[in-house]
């Protein structure tokens, strides 16, 4: 069992930085590859990134790519979302999830955990 629990949300502007956290209580948290996702009212959860369980290997959405960058902690049970240039179609909540699982993977029907989201909001 897994307990995430999201940070580093706000308000920003437009091509301003922030960071967000995800937290994770339990057992080893090694081994689960861990992704953020993002949702906007009425809309599907979509993929941000992912990241392998070493933190070797990384995947990302393509219209983030260059712009964010996921990174953990293994030792402090900690995932890392690093947004640069945000643009206000950024804004929506942020969600991190984990996957027991050896490869990374996109789909959010496969993650077993979720956080309850941090909210971005970027404006123009």
């Known amino acids: 069992q897994v307990q995430l629990v999201e940070s580093g949300g706000g308000l920003v502007q437009a091509g301003d930085s922030l960071r967000l956290s995800c937290a994770a209580s339990?057992?080893?948290?090694?081994?689960?590859?861990m992704g953020w996702f993002r949702q906007a009212p009425g809309k599907e959860r979509e993929f941000v990134a992912a990241i392998s369980r070493t933190g070797d290997s990384t995947y990302y959405r393509a219209s983030v790519k260059g712009r964010f960058t996921i990174s953990r902690d293994n030792a402090k049970n900690t995932v890392y979302l690093q947004m640069s240039s945000l643009k206000p179609e950024d804004t929506t909540v942020y969600y991190c999830?984990?996957?027991?699982?050896?490869?990374?993977?996109?789909?959010?029907?496969?993650?077993?955990?979720w956080g309850q989201g941090t909210q971005v909001i970027v404006s123009s």
């Open positions: 339990g057992r080893a948290f090694s081994s689960y590859v």
């Open positions: 999830a984990a996957e027991r699982s050896v490869v990374i993977d996109s789909n959010p029907r496969v993650y077993d955990y």
